[in-house]
């Protein structure tokens, strides 16, 4: 007893050390700009642990999703690490390790095979195939998913009947994934557990799949408000079909030669021929698992894994607009390994298998080491998607976003990535409000105003181009017009920005109610729309009300406090509300953050003056 203990604790510090290995340089990673600003940093998350994140957390189906262990683990790493990205990366990394050495404890305590299961955990923990999943930050949710599945197992397989009904729970709060896991209960019934099929297994199961449909339907009704779910207009059924057999095959096929790896994998404009082919591998593969189920049950048992924890995402029901994605193979990858390994087992002499598996893992490990570099951030994650899939839009637009936020000198840089991901799909709305966004910042108003005229003559509701017109036709002095479009932006996608924009443009209109209302609104949407802040500061200060307008001004200065429009109209209240003092150092603050403010620097020297001050 005291030889297994030991020998378990030497395979959990190998996988450990393989794990940290290779995801040790995740310390200094940055946030990527793709799902991760919704994710990881925002509305509720960048706040951290409070009354109202919890609520939302346990209560929210934003982004199309119920997550509320995901999201709490996000709020509690905002309130442990402050937002930075490093601890982030690497407390997923602790979390697949954690998974990794689950996928072996719960198969070494099913099958009593040790060396097998520390092998499949190995494969776990170091395939570049689940890079995906641990360096990018908002795939959390698949961590802590893997991590309460094989905890279920392991307690299910351990005769722990509570316990894997609490972690199945765990799980299913962390992401829809594990609706598939009673269909793996059963399988496991087959092989290694072998109790076989009688009433008293199907009733001991009954609470998981209770479970499981009432998580499914929670997920495709949120799915479907959040628009994530296409209809079959989109992405008609056949075609959904064919790429779902090709999936099958393709995703086996990364597994054994992990290479051309990316974070998007754009959807076939045509399914190609051998979608049949697939589709007739994947009906023989699964008809020779039924007939063998006697002499080879960890085959049965391996590739109906794979099949049923891949058929949520095998885009039947298409979420998304990918064709595939590596993070779906997280958890179904296990099943595909169970074969790999026992049926090599079974035909390789000990010492042969043990060398080609030492080889198979130094391979991956370094394999794995060079993809979790790609994320990095935004920029080398997307370039390396371009190198690998060529026409991708999504990889473009996003490698523009980045640039565009990144400084005002590198929008050029930006505006060729989003002409490129126009050239990729010239029918897309999104691709051409991109651009016209980033040539708008480059003060081109002509080159703007034609590709938001091309984006609304492809979509006349088209919420961000209404708003980016608005802001050309503001700029331009043009109010009235502006109002128009913001109405517009608002009406179609009534998001905090658009609300903002216009009161903004009510509020220079000197109309002030409704200006008060629509920053009302903005600030309900997001707390920290500085914007909105500002505005209903201004409107407190026209409506000559100050002592309302001190608070707002505040609150601008807390979201950024280099504000310096807000620290001299600050000055302004607090001097209408008789605070001298402070009105003078806030205005001192202002000019010295911006000195070209000049209303600013002659609104302080008068104040000096009349306190006899020579500052």
């Known amino acids: 007893m005291v030889a297994v203990k030991w020998a378990n604790a030497f395979i959990c510090l190998g996988i450990a050390a393989a794990t940290l290995l290779i995801y040790a340089q995740t310390a200094d990673f940055a946030f990527v700009n793709y799902d991760d600003p919704t994710y990881v940093t925002g509305r509720y998350v960048r706040h951290g642990l409070n009354a109202e994140s919890v609520r939302w957390a346990l209560t929210s189906t934003d982004d199309a999703n119920w997550l509320p262990v995901t999201r709490l683990s996000h709020i509690a790493d905002v309130s442990l690490f402050g ?42 923990a170091v395939h570049p195939l689940h890079v995906e999943s641990v360096a990018w930050a908002s795939e959390r949710k698949d961590v802590l998913c893997a991590l309460f599945w094989f905890l279920t197992l392991w307690a299910w397989a351990g005769r722990r009947y509570w316990g894997a009904l609490v972690f199945f729970c765990l799980g299913l709060m962390s992401k829809p994934m594990m609706v598939s896991l009673p269909v793996i209960l059963f399988l496991l019934d087959g092989w290694p557990l072998r109790p076989g099929f009688s009433r008293r297994t199907v009733i001991e199961k009954i609470p998981f799949i209770a479970l499981s449909l009432a998580a499914c339907v929670v997920t495709f009704i949120a799915q479907r408000a959040g628009g994530a779910v296409r209809s079959l207009e989109k992405i008609g059924l056949l075609s959904r079909v064919e790429n779902s057999f090709e999936s099958w095959l393709i995703y086996p096929w990364k597994t054994v030669w992990p290479s051309g790896l990316a974070v998007y994998y754009p959807f076939p404009e045509a399914i190609s021929a051998w979608a049949l082919l697939c589709g007739a591998a994947i009906l023989g593969i699964s008809i020779a698992a039924v007939v063998y189920r006697q002499r080879a049950g960890w085959f049965t048992t391996g590739w109906f894994w794979y099949l049923a924890s891949t058929l949520p995402v095998i885009g039947l029901v298409q979420v998304g607009d990918q064709a595939w994605a590596n993070r779906y193979m997280y958890i179904p990858m296990v099943g595909l390994t ?55 839009y999504v990889a473009w637009e996003s490698l523009g976003d980045f640039y565009a936020a990144s400084s005002p000198g590198r929008l050029p840089e930006a505006i060729r990535a989003f002409e490129a991901g126009v050239g990729f799909r010239p029918k897309s709305a999104a691709a051409h409000t991109s651009l016209a966004g980033a040539l708008h910042m480059t003060g081109d108003m002509a080159g703007a105003q034609r590709e938001l005229g091309t984006a609304l003559r492809l979509d006349p509701e088209y919420a961000p181009a209404h708003e980016i017109r608005g802001n050309i036709l503001f700029h331009d002095g043009k109010t009235a017009e502006a109002i128009a479009e913001y109405r517009a932006a608002v009406r179609e996608a009534p998001s905090a920005g658009a609300h903002s924009n216009l009161g903004a443009a009510l509020l220079a209109a000197g109309k002030l109610p409704e200006a008060m209302t629509e920053n009302e609104e903005a600030i309900r949407l997001d707390p920290d729309m500085l914007n909105a802040h500002y505005n209903l500061g201004s409107i407190y200060l026209r409506m000559a009300e100050p002592e309302e307008a001190v608070p707002e001004f505040r609150a601008a200065l807390k979201i950024d406090p280099n504000h310096a429009r807000s620290y001299y109209m600050l000055g302004q209240a607090l001097l209408a509300t008789g605070h001298m003092v402070e009105a003078i150092s806030q205005m001192e603050m202002a000019v010295e953050l911006d000195p070209r403010q000049a209303d600013a620097r002659a609104a302080l020297a008068g104040l000096l003056a009349n306190t006899g001050s020579r500052k």
């Open 83 to 124: 937002g930075r990205s490093g601890p982030v990366h690497l407390e997923n990394a602790v979390l697949h390790t954690f998974a990794s050495l689950m996928v072996f404890l719960f198969l070494f305590r099913a099958t009593g095979a040790r060396w097998l299961s520390a092998f499949a955990g190995m494969l776990f």
């Open 338 to 392: 169970i074969p790999l390994i026992w049926g090599c087992a079974q035909l390789m002499q000990r010492r042969t298998a043990a060398v080609w598996g030492v080889a198979v893992l130094g391979a991956l490990t370094v394999a794995a080491w060079r993809e979790a570099g790609y994320w990095r951030n935004s920029e080398t994650l997307f370039k390396r998607d371009i190198a690998v899939t060529g026409g991708n």
